[in-house]
């Protein structure tokens, strides 16, 4: 799905002075030291950490700010019997952070209610709903995760009712507080943690794992128990794969393989994921997380904490099946959410313009972003989708490396032109009054002349030339040793150059198309997600490929996979 100008491809240089020493020293083939060093890598010994991953690489959980008063008082609410709620979020981050601390905290017996908000009808972070009905049913300590460290006016009203706040989460923050116990978080200033990039569920993973470790249960028993819960919102979340993360992600594909929680088994169940094969970054970004969030836009994340917390299969069935119905109304709804977008972009003539704004009565809320990430990837120009309802409405933005969409909602906001809006370079949401869309777009257009036209055109970033005959069973299963693959540590992508396209064929969405590629006896399978009308037509051409290489595992057999991700005429 792409009508952007054709793309400029580059190739990553390397180091060959570090890459001999990364083989020697490492024992790893040419490729892998040339990946390693196109990541950033100089230290052998530290290259063999992001290698060779272990629990015990973990940072220490003590490091993280406010652990000391954060466990205090939790214990304490333990040792009095007190009612603590949990407050998350309903993105699957939210949820899986949700979940690992009432199972844990239900674990060392205390008396939890948690809570994921409703998108629709609470938005996201503390509602003051929340926090009042929280003091109703007698709770004593009000715990956060994935949110609270920008709730001052929701934490003061929490003292005001006589209960205390633990907020634990990872998102960015100035100066300022919450006037609560202990704010955990460790994207604060005065923090001693020495990896700020952790996901809410893990920040919460952490702060467990520590309460874990004073209560004297040993830690490799807390790990077996959370990591598959950990690795859901640290992935999901699309976080920085390195780090704590890296670990986090390694083990906890390798726990979620074989977990034991029925709610995890039936939602493995419901996305395709059948056995005890090997799982990958891919299965949860592409399958099992899409259906949580689903929930959490178009119906109540409420469904996924259920799942998470079910030990019972019949229910854990139903609420997996509710998930899997849910996320296909959801891929309904955006399938023609993206259509009816395109044809208000062509008709406007915005294809052209530097930036492109797009809005409808009617639209679901819940799945503007996902409709905005696509028009922006398909024009390669900063967009934002706005979903009318009545004389209000909602958007989501996202934007291309060259510009900072989070820095035009901001200014939307300050401005009065948006009611309340935020986000960052890539991303950014915001309400607006429906008589302020056209002031909200000449305000986005004045931004947008920034860009220059060099800006607007794609960049195909390869990490060297492959040739066919090396794209087979060996190369691939030698990538395996970077897994796993997402933000900052991405696939690998190939260019193959002359390539013949063979044995086209649609997919049974219409969406995908299969081929294989060719160069001379040399022939190998290949997948071109949504790109069913650009490449359905090009059997019998020479090609140059951008693709990254997998393994394909089928009834025990093994085989050399190419999913495309750009193609030009060779």
Request: glycine fraction near 8%; charge should be negative.
């Amino acid at each position: 799905m792409t009508d952007a100008p054709e793309a400029i491809w580059q190739v990553l240089p390397g180091n060959p002075e570090i890459e001999e020493l990364f083989v020697r020293e490492l024992s790893v083939p040419p490729l892998i030291a040339r990946l390693l060093v196109q990541r950033g890598f100089t230290s052998a010994e530290v290259a063999d950490r992001f290698l060779n991953p272990k629990l015990d690489h973990l940072n220490s959980p003590r490091l993280l700010p406010d652990f000391e008063p954060a466990v205090a008082a939790i214990l304490g609410a333990k040792e009095r019997n007190e009612v603590v709620y949990v407050h998350g979020d309903y993105d699957v981050d939210g949820v899986s952070s949700t979940a690992i601390f009432t199972r844990f905290l239900r674990r060392i017996g205390m008396n939890i209610i948690p809570h994921v908000p409703h998108r629709m009808e609470e938005g996201y972070g503390i509602h003051m709903d929340a926090v009042k009905w929280a003091k109703e049913h007698g709770t004593d300590l009000f715990l956060t995760c994935d949110c609270g460290v920008l709730a001052f006016e929701q934490v003061d009203a929490i003292n005001e009712l006589g209960m205390r706040a633990v907020i634990t989460d990872h998102h960015s923050m100035g100066d300022r507080l919450p006037n609560a116990v202990a704010v955990v978080n460790p994207h604060r200033d005065d923090s001693k943690y020495p990896y700020p990039d952790l996901a809410g569920a893990g920040v919460v993973f952490q702060l467990c794992a520590g309460i874990s470790e004073a209560l004297g249960v040993p830690i490799g028993r807390f790990h077996r128990a959370f990591l598959d819960l950990a690795v859901l919102g640290t992935i999901s979340d699309v976080m920085p794969l390195t780090g704590d993360n890296r670990v986090i992600s390694k083990f906890g594909l390798e726990q979620l393989r074989t977990t034991q929680k029925i709610g995890l088994q039936e939602l493995k169940r419901v996305s395709g994921i059948n056995g005890n094969r090997p799982m990958t970054a891919t299965d949860i970004g592409f399958k099992i997380g899409p259906r949580i969030n689903a929930v959490g836009r178009i119906d109540d994340a409420a469904i996924a904490l259920d799942l998470f917390l079910s030990d019972d299969r019949n229910e854990a069935m139903q609420l997996a099946e509710t998930m899997d119905r849910v996320n296909q109304e959801r891929r309904d709804q955006q399938a023609q959410m993206i259509d009816e977008a395109v044809a208000i972009v062509e008709e406007s003539g915005q294809s052209n313009a530097k930036c492109i704004t797009v809005a409808k009565e009617g639209w679901h809320p819940g799945i503007v972003g996902i409709v905005a990430g696509k028009i922006a990837e398909k024009y390669y120009r900063p967009a934002i989708v706005i979903a009318i309802d009545g004389d209000e409405a909602r958007a989501s933005a996202r934007s291309i490396p060259a510009f900072h969409i989070g820095n035009v909602i901001s200014k939307a906001r300050d401005t009065g032109v948006a009611i309340m809006g935020g986000g960052h370079a890539e991303a950014a949401g915001m309400s607006i009054h429906v008589d302020r869309i056209e002031e909200f777009k000449t305000l986005f257009s004045e931004m947008a002349e920034s860009l220059k036209q060099e800006d607007l055109i794609p960049q195909i970033t390869c990490n060297g030339v492959l040739d066919l005959e090396d794209a087979d069973v060996r190369t691939a299963a030698l990538l395996h040793q970077l897994e796993p693959y997402g933000m900052a540590n991405p696939k690998p992508l190939f260019a193959l150059h002359g390539v013949g396209i063979q044995e086209t064929k649609l997919t049974a969405s219409g969406e995908h198309v299969q081929f294989t590629a060719a160069d001379g006896p040399y022939m190998v399978k290949g997948i071109a997600f949504g790109m069913a009308d650009s490449l359905a037509d090009k059997q019998g051409c020479e090609l140059d490929l951008a693709a990254e290489l997998e393994l394909n595992e089928w009834n025990g057999v093994s085989s050399p996979k190419l999913v495309l991700k750009s193609f030009r005429l060779g």
